[in-house]
């Protein structure tokens, strides 16, 4: 998805990347409201496409145990993507109450995947790892669209659950 080109886009310091080249957030799929890619959700996304299918191919549970986490800065970095230092400058000039409520979503969703790959790590019954799998995509679903939404502008930052009561919660089931 390609967002609107906005006058008022918030512009990455001019050290951070190539002004010459002519680079605007838009053009990275950067919103320009929040400062912020979706792009950073294809970890997540990936994690539950393998936790969905792990029930029908088990075979897959090795690519989930594979899953490493990493900050929003982080996955950037190692991208290949050529905007990938004006996604981190956004990053880092976004509004910071914006910024915190995509990390504490972030690290939320990533303490919900490793408990999940710690419990499947040990000889689990391929009943056991599907009721797994379930349990975290039923946690992580909302917690990736709740960011999609911060990322996008359209949450409201006043309501987010912290990590802690997520676990708890999700150990209560």
């Not at 915190?100 to 408990?115: G, Q, R």
Request: proline share 5%; aromatic share 6%; with cysteine.
């Amino acid at each position: 998805m390609k967002y609107q080109n906005s006058a008022d886009a918030v512009q990455a310091p001019d050290d951070t990347f190539d002004i010459a080249a002519g680079l605007r957030l838009s053009d990275a799929n950067i919103h320009p409201e929040t400062g912020l890619a979706t792009d950073y959700l294809n970890r997540f996304n990936e994690a539950v496409m393998l936790l969905d299918m792990l029930a029908s191919c088990p075979e897959f549970r090795a690519d989930f145990l594979a899953w490493k986490p990493m900050s929003y800065r982080e996955h950037f970095r190692a991208s290949h993507l050529k905007t990938r230092d004006l996604a981190i400058a956004a990053y880092d000039t976004a509004d910071p109450n914006v910024r915190n409520t995509l990390d504490t979503l972030a690290v939320t969703m990533t303490i919900v995947l490793e408990a999940t790959r710690a419990a499947m790590d040990a000889d689990r019954r391929l009943d056991t790892i599907a009721a797994l799998a379930e349990n975290a995509t039923t946690w992580l679903k909302p917690l990736i669209a709740r960011a999609g939404a911060v990322i996008n502008g359209e949450a409201d930052l006043t309501d987010a659950p912290s990590p802690q009561a997520v676990v708890d919660q999700l150990m209560k089931r």
